[in-house]
């Protein structure tokens, strides 16, 4: 199904893109480009003027179709794209204890080039277990794929799920730090 993505005037559609499954967030506009992330495992770059396919990337670790709420996705969905220290970055994936983890990818905005890729899997993800939480309640469960954020220049994944009430009885969402295991390797 056709999901249109690209630049309207009024209420005609200028042009639009068909990815292999659905998206589920809005797409990312930088210099003249938009960036779409797709529940398929792909990131797509089209033009903004045209919709133009420029590249795409496929975040997940390779193409396996699962059936999530009653459509077709892949088993390492990518939910959305940030912009950080200049590279378009995406995680694909549901939970560190699912199919080998979450992977994260940071692509060059031009190419789709990955400059760097790593996984939040079982062992990766445990070390940001709350510390202070001996009973180990708070864990992995906690850390889930909500799609990425950047929060104070800091790039974070956003668990699904929501923390207990802060001090103030808002609700948290469950960021997890990811600039410490982004760094490219030697």
């Known amino acids: 199904m056709p999901a249109p993505v ?17 998206i589920s967030s809005p797409p ?3 210099q003249e480009r938009v960036y779409v992330a797709s529940h398929d495992g792909w990131v797509y770059c089209c033009e903004l ?13 390779n193409v ?3 059936v999530a709420y009653g459509q077709i996705e892949s088993a390492w969905p ?16 549901r939970h560190p204890e699912l199919d080998g983890g979450i992977h994260l990818a940071g692509l060059d905005p031009a190419s789709g080039r990955a400059v760097w890729r790593q996984v939040i899997a079982y062992d990766s993800a445990s070390q940001w277990s709350d510390p202070l939480d001996r009973k180990r309640q708070l864990h992995l469960n906690w850390i889930t794929n909500g799609g990425l954020t950047v929060h104070e220049g800091r790039l974070a994944l956003v668990g699904l799920d929501i ?3 802060d001090k103030d009885n808002d609700p948290r969402l469950n960021p997890l730090p990811v600039e410490q295991i982004t760094r490219p390797k030697p």
Do not use: F, K, M
């Open 163 to 165: 923390l207990p009430r």
């Open 6 to 22: 690209g630049t309207r005037h009024g209420e005609r559609v200028v042009w639009a893109l068909t990815t292999g499954s659905r």
């Open 78 to 93: 990518v939910r959305n794209v940030v912009l950080h220290d200049g590279l378009i970055c995406a995680a694909a994936g």
């Open 64 to 66: 396996r179709w699962i």
């Open 49 to 61: 003027t045209t919709g133009r396919l420029l590249w795409r990337a496929l975040v997940a670790p």
């Open 28 to 30: 990312l506009i930088h």
